[in-house]
């Protein structure tokens, strides 16, 4: 089962110079369907953005990224971020978000890193960096652990997303090929343009899955 917060396939990650005018790019990714917004912590005054955005309880829900510890999950959700993404596993940031009710989406690379983060508690794992190995490689990871719940990370763009939800991906995490600099003044309506296509093209890809036609 899908959390409401993924229906979209999407998750849309925000890593930029400055947090200023995020609250228009969630707006113009909201308009072009996607449902989950990622800022990173690598953004300036990133918890502060995050309180904003989900003190409005706007969608798409916010969740914080770059994670690292269980002092940073504390601070991210206590600003209100409703996921936690790290582009590694720290058990104790699965745990505190367990303790939450919180998702969690660890990062891991090898089989035997992506099971360790399922059997750590992790809601999702995040396959990073996906660049490094495929849509093929997910496959074959997948046909002998078809229980993972996986997320690639890391070079997904509007021309892959497809093949990684093809290869058994439940979502897929999409940065500065989906929202960039330019997007944050004046830039909206060229980013919604933009998550609608790749939403459109997660849906299509889930098609089959879902046993629909494509």
């Known amino acids: 089962?899908?959390?409401p917060w993924l229906a979209s396939g999407v998750i849309a990650v925000v890593r930029l110079p400055e947090s200023a005018g995020l609250r228009g790019v969630a707006t113009a990714l909201a308009a072009g369907g996607v449902t989950a917004l990622e800022i990173t912590l690598t953004t300036p005054r990133a918890l502060e953005a995050i309180a904003e955005l989900a003190s409005q309880g706007a969608t798409p829900v916010v969740g914080a990224g770059t994670v690292l510890d269980e002092k940073a999950a504390r601070d991210v959700i206590a600003a209100g971020a409703r996921f936690v993404v790290s582009p590694t596993l720290d058990r104790s940031v699965v745990r505190y978000c367990r303790d939450k009710g919180v998702a969690c989406v660890p990062g891991a690379f090898s089989p035997t890193e992506l099971l360790e983060a399922w059997r750590a508690g992790a809601s999702l794992v995040k396959l990073f960096p996906a660049s490094a190995v495929g849509p093929r490689y997910l496959r074959e990871v997948l046909a002998p652990l078809p229980f993972l719940r996986v997320v690639p990370s890391g070079g997904v763009s509007l021309d892959n997303a497809?093949?990684?939800?093809?290869?058994?991906a439940v979502a897929?995490?999409?940065?500065s090929a989906l929202v960039r600099s330019s997007d944050v003044v004046g830039g909206?309506?060229?980013?919604?343009a933009r998550a609608r296509a790749l939403v459109e093209n997660v849906a299509a890809a889930r098609g089959p899955l879902a046993g629909t036609p494509a």
């Not at 497809?162 to 058994?168: E, H, S, V």
């Not at 909206?188 to 919604?192: I, K, M, R």
């Open 162 to 168: 497809g093949d990684w939800i093809r290869a058994g």
């Open 1 to 3: 089962m899908t959390e």
């Open 188 to 192: 909206e309506a060229a980013l919604t």
């Open 172 to 175: 897929v995490s999409v940065g």
